[in-house]
């Protein structure tokens, strides 16, 4: 039986992924825009005393307190100053709300998901188990973050006392 037009652009959509992508430290990431709830500008961060070094503190997000964690810190890159450019990444993380501190917002786009392969062996400074995959876009390469893999389990649960 031939597949029709229609189903056949179905199938080719339901093979691309959504994504926003990020600027940190001279490298270019994406999240899946569905774990992304908001982007914001920086904001006053409220520290917190004893929280994990790469946990800058707590913002007060319309009446939610959501911890922020320093990316950069995160994955062991040199800290670097705010800048205009700095952005809070809101994003769902099995169901906890976190916000994630980036140099910049690039865009969102839409990327194949043929075009993604396993991140290669040492691709990055980062810990592997953080990357999903390695996109290729053009003359560009995206790390897709794991989000799910971000934190240890203990991490998390100090995540959710925030």
Known sequence: MEKTAT??????EEKLLQLVTFCLDNEEFAIDILKVQEI????????VPKSPDFVEG???LRGKV???VDLRKRFGLEIAEYTKKTRIVVVDIEGKIVGLIVDSVSEVLRLPSDTIEPP??????????????VGKLEDRLLILLNLNNLFSKRESNELKTF
């Open 58 to 60: 707590v913002i007060n």
């Open 120 to 133: 290669p062996f040492m691709v990055t400074d980062i810990n592997s188990e953080y990357i999903q995959g």
């Open 66 to 68: 959501i911890p922020i």
């Open 40 to 47: 914001n500008r920086m904001m006053e961060i409220t520290k």
């Open 7 to 12: 189903v056949e652009k179905k199938e080719a």
